[in-house]
């Protein structure tokens, strides 16, 4: 028997409420204009979109914004550290796919060990390692597209939402 596909998407909406359907309506609509602005920027900045390592931390800033990796302290801490590690690891090794893997690993200690975990940034290390990109990454376009990021994120939910965001600043 064929299943009715029209039934099967009706009853997956009837589970979730309205509130939800509209919260990620808004959230889709945030990521939407997010990445619009990241793409207006790795034209300014002269950097390909696909090497600003942005497009996952707005889906958690925007989508999640109340988990502990959406918060500042994380998204721009977790970038600029993940960004130095890769940096580091590169200045030791040259660029090759071991020192690439390596650097992500040490990049996940770091965030652990200084408390700025944000998963998306572990994209970072790889970039810097396997890309050879120079340390002028680090300023643009991950510090100054995290502090963007997160004055978005604050204006956003603020302004369209009406939600307090952060929880908490550092």
């Known amino acids: 028997m064929k299943p009715d596909w029209r039934r099967a998407l009706r009853n997956a909406v009837s589970r979730n409420d309205h509130r939800s359907a509209v919260a990620g309506a808004v959230a889709g609509l945030g990521g939407a204009i997010a990445i619009g602005l990241m793409e207006l920027f790795s034209s300014v900045a002269h950097y390909p979109l696909a090497v600003i390592p942005f497009a996952t931390s707005i889906v958690l800033v925007v989508g999640s914004p109340d988990a502990e990796p959406a918060q500042p302290r994380a998204l721009i801490g977790g970038h600029l550290l993940s960004a130095l590690v890769g940096l580091a690891v590169l200045k030791l090794t040259g660029p090759n796919a071991w020192a690439a893997a390596a650097a992500v ?13 944000h998963p998306p940034a572990g994209i970072n290390p790889l970039l810097v390692v396997s890309g050879n990109l120079p340390l002028t990454f680090l300023l643009a376009p991950v510090l100054a597209g995290a502090v963007l990021l997160t004055a978005f994120s604050c204006l956003w939910h603020r302004g369209v939402r009406g939600q307090p965001w952060p929880r908490q600043w550092w």
């Open 105 to 117: 690993g040490f990049s996940i200690l770091a965030m652990y060990l200084t408390g700025t975990f």
